[in-house]
T-cell receptor, first 114, second 114 residues
Framework: EAGVTQSPTHLIKTRGQQATLRCSPI?????VYWYQQALGLGLQFLLWYDEGEERNRGNFPPRFSGRQFPNYSSELNVNALELEDSALYLCASSFHKGAIETQYFGPGTRLLVL | AQSVTQLGSHVSVSEGALVLLRCNYS??????LFWYVQYPNQGLQLLLKYTSAATLVKGINGFDAEFLKSETSFHLTKPSAHMSDAAEYFC????????????FGTGTRLTIIP
């Protein structure tokens, strides 16, 4: 069974540009989560989508947004990129919503903002 | 609200020695607790999780963890370290109730000394 996949693996942008990151969950999983792993800041929760709806978001500005498609894949958009947005962005999926559910992580997209 | 504290950002042990990685949590409701491992340039892999079924949880790769409510702890142990255990380890908590997100500790980098 294929795991969570993310694309691209690496992305280089300049300040002010927009970045789009993509995530395909494990087949059958309906919940998708996005996390940011920035140097010195650790792993921080960004967004949670379940059944096509945004269910929860972390303490990030509105220029971080996303969506979940009918096939449960997801897209994270970061507008007006800033240097501090440089980080590893991890996507995770779970079979159902619920704190007991295991979140399975993809390999991440490394975003570098110049 | 929930939080996780990992004591020791770096831990070094000799090959064959006991591994003990510390994690303390704070939660206003009964938590679900997780340990993940991250190898260089990879995503997160689940080692084990506590779901209230049993206080002693057995995970993959020979790792165990014990949930101690009295001490609000969920320390990770392995009786005998192997070189392949060198990685970064993250403890995380999820409380659910519509707030399904993993709140991570700052991580512990484990180094194995030959």
């Amino acid at each position: 069974e294929a795991g969570v996949t993310q694309s691209p693996t690496h992305l280089i942008k300049t300040r002010g540009q927009q970045a789009t990151l993509r995530c395909s969950p494990i087949s059958g999983h309906t919940s998708v989560y996005w996390y940011q792993q920035a140097l010195g800041l650790g792993l921080q929760f960004l967004l949670w989508y379940d059944e096509g709806e945004e269910r929860n978001r972390g303490n990030f500005p509105p220029r971080f947004s996303g969506r979940q498609f009918p096939n449960y894949s997801s897209e994270l958009n970061v507008n007006a990129l800033e240097l501090e947005d440089s980080a590893l962005y991890l996507c995770a999926s779970s079979f159902h919503k619920g704190a007991i559910e295991t979140q399975y992580f993809g390999p991440g997209t490394r975003l570098l903002v110049l | 609200a929930q939080s996780v504290t990992q004591l020791g950002s770096h831990v070094s042990v000799s090959e064959g020695a006991l591994v003990l990685l510390r994690c303390n949590y704070s939660s206003s409701v009964p938590p679900y607790l997780f340990w993940y491992v991250q190898y260089p340039n990879q995503g997160l892999q689940l080692l084990l999780k506590y779901t209230s079924a049993a206080t002693l949880v057995k995970g993959i790769n020979g790792f165990d963890a014990e949930f101690l409510k009295s001490e609000t702890s969920f320390h990770l142990t392995k009786p005998s370290a192997h070189m392949s255990d060198a990685a970064e380890y993250f403890c995380a908590v999820n409380i659910g109730f519509g707030n399904e997100k993993l709140t991570f500790g700052t991580g512990t980098r484990l180094t194995i000394i030959p």
